[in-house]
């Protein structure tokens, strides 16, 4: 009896269990790739009892249930879904006559079951299992869906059916444009790091992205190696991220503004530190004191004083009363400096 079988099958399927999540969070890690869930389960004695009752003439044997151990991925985009399937065709034997691709169904009431359906088998079991592969949007549709149109054991009027295969069309809409806005963002990516590269800084807008392009380049790291030689000191890298609100409050609009200013105050940059370091025994500086005294010579330079640091400190640090008493201290050495306006 299949019921019978399927009590002493129980450890062998949760072992099963067990492999295909390892194996499929493996390869996952190895891929790079990151997904919103990966689980497994086992079905339950009344599931099974349910699926007999209703298919049992299917079934010759236990071994004819192929979804005995079901496994799912949630993916955050569509085109992912494609690439999990491409890694799972090399992980497992895939049933193919019984593995289905829901997606190609294109009907708008399919859009929360339109998953990917493979069966699959794992060389020294004796049973097959199902993995399921599906966007996050696609897993909430077909969970409200479910709970809005079967727990309540009513059938839905024709008005209200119609408003949800609306919304499901909006969600699948929704789907494919993650995607393709995650694509195009990575090409405008790829565009940015070529420009700069290639030194086209004024073609580029200063934003978050392009910033941290310039900043793959190193381009603070020969002014802070001079600095760090006045006394010999280490340097300690920190996040120069923070500096794009700098910038912008400096009114950068293109990373060529940035590296202009970059260019034309570099020098007076260092000699501000010789002078706030050479009287020291300081021997770690950090990576941001090269980009931090350019901002500071450019912002006493066109005029903006001790607000003008404070402005910056607090566009770095956040607000707080510490940047005021930092900036009247960098003041006082800057100002008396000759290459300082004032």
């Given amino acids: 009896m299949m019921l019978e079988e399927f009590q002493s099958a129980l450890p062998e399927l949760e072992r099963l269990r067990e492999e295909v999540l390892t194996k499929l969070r493996e390869a996952l890690e190895r891929n790079e790739m990151l997904v919103t869930t990966i689980e497994g389960r086992v079905k339950t004695q009344k599931s099974l009892e349910g699926k007999l009752a209703l298919k049992g003439g299917k079934y010759a044997t236990l071994s004819d249930v192929t979804d005995l151990v079901g496994a799912r991925i949630v993916t955050f985009y569509t085109d992912d879904v494609d690439r999990i399937a491409a890694m799972v065709e090399q992980l497992f034997e895939v049933d193919w006559d019984n593995s289905v691709d829901k997606r190609m169904l294109h009907q708008l009431d399919t859009f929360g079951y339109n998953s990917l359906h493979y069966v699959c088998k794992l060389p020294g079991y004796n049973y097959r299992f199902e993995l399921q592969l599906r966007t996050t949007l696609q897993h909430a549709w077909a969970s409200i869906n479910h709970d809005i149109g079967y727990k309540t054991g009513v059938e839905i009027p024709r008005e209200y059916l119609r408003r949800i295969n609306r919304l499901s069309g909006l969600l699948e809409m929704?789907?494919?444009?993650?995607?393709?806005?995650?694509?195009?963002?990575?090409?405008?990516?790829?565009?940015?790091?070529?420009?700069?590269?290639?030194?086209?800084?004024?073609?580029?807008?200063l934003d978050g992205d392009t910033f941290g392009s310039y900043l793959q380049v190193r381009p603070f790291d020969r002014l802070n190696k001079r600095i760090a030689a006045i006394n010999q000191a280490e340097i300690q890298d920190v996040p120069l991220s923070r500096y794009l609100r700098v910038f912008k409050l400096l009114d950068c609009k293109t990373l060529g503004d940035v590296d202009r200013i970059r260019k034309q105050y570099t020098e007076d940059?260092?000699?501000?530190a010789r002078h706030q370091l050479g009287n020291t025994d300081l021997d770690i500086i950090s990576s941001a004191v090269g980009v931090q005294n350019i901002c500071i010579v450019y912002i006493l330079n066109s005029g903006g004083g001790k607000l003008g640091i404070v402005r910056m400190l607090d566009a770095i640090n956040g607000h707080n009363i510490q940047n005021d008493e930092l900036a009247e201290m960098i003041y006082r050495q800057a100002v008396a400096l000759p290459f300082i306006k004032q």
């Fill in 174 to 205: 929704a789907d494919d444009e993650f995607s393709r806005i995650r694509t195009e963002i990575t090409d405008y990516r790829r565009r940015v790091q070529a420009l700069v590269q290639n030194g086209k800084l004024d073609d580029v807008q």
């Fill in 269 to 272: 940059a260092y000699l501000l």
